[in-house]
């Protein structure tokens, strides 16, 4: 299965040392099971983000920006999409995934909109 460009993008930028990259949510998993004793809850949301990522529709979403908060747990993302629609189904899915989701500001461009998306556990 071929995986959408963004995910691929997000994970390439989280873990630069991986060379291969043939199973998305198996090796996203991997990293998750090596995090020392669960301490490392970002990559439990990364997860569920890329899982997203790869979802119908959503896959259109591009991550330009992520930044994480260890203090609150949550994680801050800046996206582009070719419109509302996609943004909306990649809250839908991780809203459906558990996670509690929150639209920021979001403004149509010429590239499309864009929006930024805080997610907490």
Same mark, same amino acid.
């Given at each position: ?30 990293? &998750? %099971? ?8 970002? /990559?439990? &949301? /990364? ?12 896959? /259109?979403? #591009? ?12 994680? $801050? /993302? ?11 189904? &990649?809250?839908?899915? &991780? ?6 989701? #929150?639209?920021?500001?979001? $403004? ?6 864009? %929006? ?6």
């Amino acid at each position: 299965m071929l995986m959408p460009r963004p995910a691929r993008a997000l994970y390439r930028e989280l873990f630069p040392q991986d060379s291969k990259l043939i199973n998305l949510r198996a090796q996203f998993d991997q990293h &998750l %099971a090596q995090s020392t004793g669960g301490d490392s809850p970002v /990559l439990g &949301l /990364l997860a569920e983000v890329a899982a997203a990522l790869q979802a119908d529709g959503a896959a /259109l979403v #591009q991550v330009n920006q992520l930044d994480y908060s260890a203090t609150r747990g949550d994680l $801050s /993302l800046q996206l582009q999409a070719p419109g509302f629609a996609e943004l909306e189904r &990649l809250r839908e899915r &991780l809203e459906e995934s558990g996670l509690s989701v #929150q639209m920021g500001s979001a $403004s149509r461009e010429a590239e499309g909109v864009s %929006a930024r998306v805080l997610i907490g556990g």
